[in-house]
T-cell receptor
Framework: AQSVTQLGSHVSVSEGALVLLRCNYS??????LFWYVQYPNQGLQLLLK??????LVKGINGFEAEFKKSETSFHLTKPSAHMSDAAEYFC???????????FGSGTRLLVRP | ETGVTQTPRHLVMGMTNKKSLKCEQH?????MYWYKQSAKKPLELMFV???????ENNSVPSRFSPECPNSSHLFLHLHTLQPEDSALYLC?????????????FGSGTRLTVV
């Protein structure tokens, strides 16, 4: 069965620092992987997706993620955090025979001035 | 309008009321979803529709009743809800139920049951 684990329910960084949000997945078939961002009282917005093309995926707002099959990971990074990046981030996987996207529990990113 | 639109944005209802949540997508997608997002809980998939046919009902109580009259519209009819049903209800759509392109979400309806 497919699953997603996001390490750390809260991550705090200083403005201008590197952002690293961790996501590990399990899937018995090559997965499709996604990162979503949710601002307060909003829906989820797609940041980027991995669909078996390049392993380094670039998304919106300066975010990128690298698919590492050997580590079953799809960590999200941004070189320099901005105050507007404060939000909740969700990793999701679509794999196995299920058509469903399975979401992680989310990581809340706090950006300190 | 583009994207996925949900109305109302906020709803307060008593436990004996009947209300409906509406979702409309302008993306030409053929699959639609209802999710429940409660504080400190993972996203919960409630219902899945593909080509207007319900393909999944994740053990959701009967006080939640979905309706998909066409591929652009999705409703969630609510009656005799409980306080624990208070949550953000999110609608999403996708091109193909396989979801390989990801889902597009609406902004949600914040429901409070009093």
């Amino acid at each position: 069965a497919q699953s997603v684990t996001q390490l750390g329910s809260h991550v705090s960084v200083s403005e201008g620092a590197l952002v690293l949000l961790r996501c590990n997945y399990s899937s018995s078939v090559p997965p499709y992987l996604f990162w979503y961002v949710q601002y307060p009282n909003q829906g989820l917005q797609l940041l980027l997706k991995y669909t078996s093309a390049a392993t380094l995926v670039k998304g919106i707002n300066g975010f990128e993620a690298e698919f590492k099959k050997s580590e079953t990971s799809f960590h999200l990074t941004k070189p320099s955090a901005h105050m507007s990046d404060a939000a909740e981030y969700f990793c999701a996987v679509r794999g196995d025979s299920s058509y469903k996207l399975i979401f992680g529990s989310g990581t809340r990113l706090l950006v300190r001035p | 309008e583009t994207g996925v639109t949900q109305t109302p944005r906020h709803l307060v209802m008593g436990m004996t009321n009947k209300k409906s949540l509406k979702c409309e997508q302008h993306l030409g997608h053929n699959a639609m979803y209802w999710y429940k997002q409660s504080a400190k809980k993972p996203l919960e998939l409630m219902f899945v529709y593909s080509l207007e046919e319900r393909v999944e009902n994740n053990s959701v109580p009967s006080r939640f009743s979905p309706e998909c009259p066409n591929s652009s519209h999705l409703f969630l009819h609510l009656h005799t809800l409980q306080p624990e049903d208070s949550a953000l209800y999110l609608c999403a759509s996708s091109q193909g139920i396989e979801g390989i392109y990801g889902y597009t979400f609406g902004s949600g309806t914040r429901l409070t049951v009093v």
